[in-house]
C-alpha cells in the first residue's frame, strides 16, 4: 500500500529579532546575530523557512548574497554557536551555515533586496539565526531588517 507525504506548517511566519545598531552600515564580510532565542524543545520542529527583507547600502552586483547560520545553544546553557557576537566583523565558522542566498544584481542604496532559505534543518532545542553581509557593500544606515521563519515537518502517514 502506497503512502503519501505530506508537509505539515506547525507555525505562521514569526520574526527573529534583531537589535537596529547591528544591522545599520554592516559591512559587507560581517554579520548579526538574532538577539531572542528561538525554542524547539517542545515543537522539535525539522524544517523552516527563512524570509529576510533588509535595505542596502550600495549597489548589488552578480556576486552579491547573503548568508544565514543557525547557532545552536552549547553545553553551558550561554554560547550559541562558536560564541559569535551580536554584531561582529566576523561571520561564525562555515559548520553553522545553513544556507546561501543569491540577490539581484543592480539594486541600489535605500532599496530592499530578498532572500529566502528553504528547508533549513532545525536542531532541537534553543537556536538563534545569525545573518551574514556578503553583498560586496555595507547594509544601509538604517538596515530595517525584516527576518522571518516558519517552522514545519513531514507528515508520513497522510
Same mark, same amino acid.
Do not use: H
Given at each position: 500500500?502506497?503512502?503519501?507525504?505530506?508537509?505539515?506548517?506547525?507555525?505562521?511566519?514569526?520574526?527573529?529579532?534583531?537589535?537596529?545598531?547591528?544591522?545599520?552600515?554592516?559591512?559587507?564580510?560581517?554579520?548579526?546575530?538574532?538577539?531572542?532565542?528561538?525554542?524547539?524543545? +517542545?515543537?522539535?520542529?525539522?524544517? =523552516?523557512?527563512? $524570509?529576510?527583507? *533588509?535595505?542596502?547600502?550600495?549597489?548589488?552586483? @552578480?556576486? #552579491?548574497?547573503?548568508?544565514?547560520?543557525?547557532?545552536?545553544?552549547?553545553?553551558?546553557? +550561554?554560547?550559541?554557536?562558536?560564541? =559569535?557576537?551580536? $554584531?561582529?566583523? *566576523?561571520?561564525?565558522?562555515?559548520?553553522?551555515? @545553513?544556507? #546561501?542566498?543569491m540577490v539581484k544584481s543592480g539594486i541600489t542604496s535605500g532599496n530592499t533586496i530578498?532572500?529566502?532559505?528553504?528547508?533549513?534543518?532545525?536542531?532541537?532545542?534553543?537556536?538563534?539565526?545569525?545573518?551574514?553581509?556578503?553583498?560586496?557593500?555595507?547594509?544601509?544606515?538604517?538596515?530595517?531588517?525584516?527576518?522571518?521563519?516558519?517552522s514545519f515537518n513531514e507528515n508520513l502517514n497522510a
Amino acid at each position: 500500500m502506497a503512502s503519501t507525504a505530506r508537509w505539515i506548517i506547525d507555525t505562521n511566519w514569526t520574526a527573529a529579532t534583531f537589535t537596529a545598531g547591528d544591522l545599520n552600515s554592516l559591512a559587507s564580510g560581517g554579520c548579526a546575530v538574532s538577539t531572542g532565542a528561538i525554542t524547539n524543545s +517542545t515543537a522539535l520542529d525539522i524544517y =523552516a523557512d527563512v $524570509s529576510a527583507i *533588509v535595505t542596502v547600502g550600495g549597489t548589488t552586483t @552578480a556576486t #552579491s548574497f547573503l548568508t544565514l547560520y543557525v547557532l545552536p545553544l552549547q553545553q553551558d546553557g +550561554t554560547t550559541y554557536g562558536d560564541g =559569535a557576537a551580536s $554584531s561582529s566583523s *566576523v561571520q561564525p565558522v562555515a559548520s553553522y551555515l @545553513a544556507a #546561501s542566498c543569491m540577490v539581484k544584481s543592480g539594486i541600489t542604496s535605500g532599496n530592499t533586496i530578498s532572500s529566502m532559505w528553504r528547508q533549513i534543518v532545525l536542531p532541537p532545542g534553543n537556536f538563534v539565526f545569525a545573518l551574514g553581509n556578503n553583498l560586496g557593500v555595507a547594509l544601509n544606515a538604517t538596515a530595517a531588517l525584516t527576518l522571518k521563519y516558519r517552522s514545519f515537518n513531514e507528515n508520513l502517514n497522510a
